[in-house]
Nanobody, 123 residues
Framework: QVQLVESGGELVQAGGSLGLSCAAS????????MAWFRQAPGKEREFVAA???????FYGNSVEGRFTISRDNAKNTTYLQMNSLNPEDTAIYYC?????????????????WGQGTQVIVSS
């Protein structure tokens, strides 16, 4: 059974930084593509960043240059480092995984999801 468990969400001031973690179990992590999505109240779930198994990360337009995704295959863990946070970054952040050949920014490409961790950025 695949489990993705996010952690690290909290209240942070605008301009600050925060790191999220996603611990994975029940899957072959080394060959999985991993991603982060987020969902703000009243909005659709939005792609944030992905790091495929080859390590070539790609990002959503709204976070490019501010967020960094990484992975540690030895620890079965994916990370999201978020810098220069602003109130528009407030959302529940979800970890996702997939094994399809070419993952994209589309939510439908991602098969496994965590329960999410709340990030609140105060102005």
């Amino acid at each position: 059974q695949v489990q993705l468990v996010e952690s690290g969400g909290e209240l942070v001031q605008a301009g600050g930084s925060l790191g999220l973690s996603c611990a994975a179990s029940g899957l072959a992590f080394r060959v999985a593509h991993m991603a982060w999505f987020r969902q703000a109240p009243g909005k659709e779930r939005e792609f944030v960043a992905a790091i495929p198994r080859d390590g070539n990360a790609f990002y959503g337009n709204s976070v490019e240059g501010r967020f960094t995704i990484s992975r540690d295959n030895a620890k079965n863990t994916t990370y999201l480092q978020m810098n220069s946070l602003n109130p528009e970054d407030t959302a529940i952040y979800y970890c996702a995984a997939t094994f399809i050949v070419f993952p994209s920014r589309k939510r439908a490409d991602w098969d496994f999801w965590g329960q999410g961790t709340q990030v609140i950025v105060s102005s």
